[in-house]
């Protein structure tokens, strides 16, 4: 089969690769019908992402038609349509029975590699390195999806692939940030990055009750689709973020504020250049910007969430100001298939509809231009979505 | 190095190699020298290394699991072969890099049926160490805490075992998470990428 795989920062080809085949009794195979490129495969293309190895498959967000199922397998059948969550989860380990499944005991095979370095394994993850399992992804035409009963989701009719595609981690995603926040009717809530992640927030936000929501980013494409979305958009590189956020909210702050940039933040002020000079000679994995402005920025006694992925070490973190003003932190890989029926059925039901920030429609073959594009933030990029 | 740490580990503990020695001096002559190592593994002579996990299943389960035989290569991977040679002595062919034995294993079950005791002893030599899988109930009713320690001989202090001992702790780890996911999942979590 052709999949898109990892060979080295900044190049990823298409590849002939073998097909996969069941290995264990609860896999599923599903042929991929639509797939996409998320802002956190960014990180692997660009080298923040540590335990990748050539040849890779990449890839966490895709939806398809299963065509083989292991023996044990009871809950789906070959000629379902299905969506995947990114986050791989037995369903019978204590964190899935509490719904945390992203945290789940049994996914990860490399779960030694990774309690190195976090002191206890998580869940494996598709197309994300070796830490997170190294499952292959589903950037391809064929993905393999272990533990099926648990993590496949059929797709109702009158949904189609596209719409139920972004129910594998962005939407689910946007949705825990926003619950994350604990908001309330009335709170307001600043979401820092307006990419698919930061838009899934806002439209959350204004789901779970939010009166306003103020959405921070530099591109005006992204803010425009933010505005449409009803939040109010706020150009960091036009405006001073803190003072018009201060005033705007009467000198108290948002409520809650959402993280939805992470390791990459882009800045040109002086924490920025400090946090990419020391990222360059690797004293730093992370680039930390956008956190460190939302804990100024919120307001005493509020909510910091952060659904933007952050790999290792930051430098700078303000927990003094973060304590005397008392802010709970909330953060995580989402709990995908906690989310995933509810949303399926906002879909259903037409309270929203998930494709409005697609903007480009390729076909996978095109998949390193894509990557290369989206990188860059060129042809107003917000969300590549590939065809098989 | 890594033929070390495969020695050591297929062993269940390298520092055995001086505790065959002594127990050769310390245990008069008619003892059979499978006996040796889980005699005294008893004393304070020996070093441990000890992990645990909780799983997600009733203490029975666990027990007749880790007890069954045929089930012991699937969790513990360098396992390759179990041959009983009567209720309480099996033979088991281990594999782990470059390096095969054959250990001559004593297996001692609790009264409560709450601990396994696996006594090593390469088969032929007095070389030997001891694994001991110990469980117990809780958190809640239908979960089982599982530790699983090995013991090995003090010799290794120094440079040798701070090399060593994570190795023997990583590898526990692996054992116990395999052992996990077979009560919890039935099945080894198993990725493409290697």
């Not at chain 1, 899935?96 to 998580?122: M, Q, R, W, Y």
């Not at chain 2, 694994?131 to 440079?159: C, D, F």
Request: overall charge negative; proline content about 5%.
């Amino acid at each position: 089969m052709k999949a898109l795989a990892w060979h080295g920062v900044r190049d990823v080809r298409i590849d002939t690769v073998t097909d996969p085949g069941i290995v264990n009794p609860h896999d599923a195979i599903v042929e991929i019908k639509k797939t996409a490129i998320c802002g956190s495969d960014l990180h692997i293309y660009n080298g923040y992402i540590m335990g990748m190895k050539g040849g890779d498959i990449l890839g966490h967000e895709f939806a398809g038609e299963v065509v083989a199922v292991g023996a044990e397998v009871k809950n789906v059948k070959v000629g379902d349509r299905v969506v995947v969550p990114f986050t791989i989860s037995c369903g019978k380990c204590h964190y899935c029975s509490e719904e945390l499944f992203s945290l789940c005991d049994n996914t990860n095979p490399h779960s030694a590699a990774i309690s190195k370095v976090t002191g206890f394994p998580t869940a494996g993850l598709y197309g994300y390195s070796h830490l997170y399992g190294g499952y292959s992804g589903g950037q391809a035409q064929y993905v393999r999806v272990p533990f099926a009963d648990t993590d496949t989701f059929k797709i109702p009719d009158g949904i189609d692939f596209e719409q139920a595609l972004f129910l594998t981690d962005i939407f689910p995603t946007g949705y825990m940030a926003a619950e994350n926040c604990g908001i309330k009717p009335g709170d307001v809530v600043a979401v820092w990055g307006c990419g698919p992640v930061g838009l899934f927030a806002i439209k959350s936000a204004f789901m779970l009750g939010a009166d306003r929501v103020i959405a921070i980013d530099r591109f005006d494409a992204r803010l425009k689709l933010a505005l449409q979305a009803g939040a109010e958009p706020l150009n960091y590189e036009r405006h001073n973020v803190e003072e018009i956020i201060h005033e705007t909210t009467g000198g108290r702050g948002p409520n809650a504020c959402i993280d939805a940039v992470g390791m990459e933040a882009h800045s040109v002020s002086l924490d920025g250049m400090y946090d990419a000079s020391m990222q360059k000679i690797r004293m730093v994995t992370d680039r930390a910007h956008a956190l460190r402005e939302a804990i100024r920025v919120c307001g005493k006694g509020g909510a910091i969430s952060i659904p933007g992925v952050y790999a290792g070490i930051i430098d700078k973190f303000p927990l003094g100001i973060a304590f005397a003003k008392g802010l709970t932190f909330k953060m995580g890989q989402t709990h995908v298939q906690r989310y995933l029926p509810k949303l399926m059925k906002a879909i259903e039901n037409g309270e929203i509809d998930p494709t409005f920030l697609i903007t480009h429609r390729w076909p996978l073959s095109e998949a390193p231009k894509a990557y290369e594009l989206f990188a860059r933030k060129m042809d107003n990029a917000v969300k590549f979505v590939l065809t098989p | 190095m890594k033929a070390l740490t495969a020695l050591t580990l297929v062993a269940g503990g390298i520092g055995a190699l001086v505790m065959a020695r002594r127990a050769t001096e310390v245990v008069a002559g008619n003892l059979e020298a499978r006996s040796i190592a889980g005699a005294l593994i008893e004393t304070d002579t020996f070093e441990e290394v000890a992990r645990s996990k909780t799983i997600n299943s009733k203490l029975p389960e666990v027990y007749g699991f880790v007890r069954d035989m045929s089930m012991l290569p699937r969790f513990l991977p360098m396992v390759k072969l179990v041959n009983m040679v009567d209720e309480k002595r099996s033979l088991w062919t281990v594999k782990q890099g470059p390096v095969s034995v054959v250990l001559d294993v004593d297996i001692t079950s609790g009264p409560d049926d709450d601990h396994v005791q696996f006594s090593f002893m390469l088969h032929g030599t007095a070389l030997g160490a001891c694994q001991i899988w110990l469980l117990s109930v809780g958190p809640e009713l239908n979960q089982t805490r599982v530790t699983a320690r090995l013991k090995y001989h003090p010799m290794l202090h120094g440079l040798v075992d701070r090399v060593i001992r994570p190795a023997m702790t990583a590898e526990l780890d692996i054992y116990l998470a395999r052992l996990k996911q077979l009560m919890e999942t039935g099945e080894i979590a198993t990725a493409e990428m290697r």
